[in-house]
């Protein structure tokens, strides 16, 4: 099967993952993995696509647990000898009225957006094929989130030399904060959601260098994206967008063209680039 190729969405089940499976099942040349931390969803979603006339295949994944991660990835490396689409789609945010606890939270929020993508990432990235893409889902609230950061934070975060490891060990300080009562106090703005997003298109900007340095001429592209305001569990019922129409940039970037050079290692949200 090394022969054919293959994309894999990371919280497939609903919302903009569903519509992200359903648009690549249309446009990618090639198996389309509708992944989910709950088999019993999963298998709902793909056969709500199969009634559409799609064909997307299911894999259990929860982005949380390294075992389900390394076991996505050893099936991968067997049956397809690596992968060419990864989107890494999946997160979570509390609702505004939610009453837990802010350190909660943040801990809760962190583990999944940033810890889990970064777990998936540090597996999966070495599987990517050349002229393979690689999509990490943000959001347009990562750069209203660092411009309510402490310019000591804003510039850490806006740095081309930050590494993962010191990357990491901000988020968790944050966490820490937040735990502590005094997050603000320490410069950081009053959005767990806002901060894990921060982390993931910092995070991007790191794997796009490190790829640029590893892998060069190998014709891999990874930036991070924002689908916009959508109307999902997420987001609500008042948001602008259907999930279809979230789906369009995250989709673009999974598809850029061979021989394409960007954008590259950026924000992108409606097909641009948002500046960092």
């Known amino acids: 099967m090394s022969g054919v190729r293959v994309a894999v969405v990371t919280g497939g089940n609903k919302g903009v993952g ?3 499976v359903r648009s690549l099942c249309k446009q990618f040349q090639g198996d389309v993995y509708l992944t989910a931390r709950n088999p019993k969803l999963g298998e709902e979603a793909v056969k709500t696509l199969n009634n559409e006339g799609l064909s997307p295949l299911f894999h259990q994944l929860d982005i949380n647990d390294r075992d389900s991660i390394r076991t996505l990835r050893d099936f991968l490396k067997e049956k397809y000898g690596g992968l060419d689409v990864l989107i890494n789609n999946a997160g979570i945010r509390f609702k505004v009225a939610d009453q837990t606890p802010f350190g909660t939270q943040a801990e809760v929020t962190m583990k999944t957006n940033y810890n889990g993508t970064r777990d998936v990432s540090n597996e999966l990235l070495p599987l990517i094929k050349p002229n393979g893409r690689v999509v990490n889902v943000s959001s347009m609230v990562s750069p209203s989130a660092l411009a309510k ?3 000591e934070l804003q510039e850490r975060f806006r740095s081309d030399s930050i590494t993962e490891d010191e990357l990491t060990k901000l988020m968790e300080k944050f966490v820490e904060d937040a735990k502590n009562g005094v997050h603000q106090k320490s410069g950081w703005p009053n959005t767990a959601y806002g901060v894990s997003k921060i982390g993931v298109t910092v995070l991007s900007r790191i794997q796009a260098r490190q790829l640029k340095e590893t ?3 190998e014709g891999i592209i990874l930036n991070a994206c924002c689908p916009g305001w959508v109307r999902t569990d997420m987001a609500g019922p008042n948001a602008t967008k259907s999930p279809d129409e979230g789906a369009v940039t ?6 850029l ?3 394409a050079d960007s954008p590259y290692g950026e924000l ?9």
């Open 215 to 217: 892998r060069k001429g």
């Open 250 to 255: 995250p989709v673009y970037l999974a598809l």
């Open 149 to 151: 950061c402490s310019p």
């Open 18 to 20: 569903l519509a992200i």
């Open 257 to 259: 063209p061979t021989g």
């Open 268 to 276: 992108v949200s409606e097909k641009k680039v948002v500046p960092w």
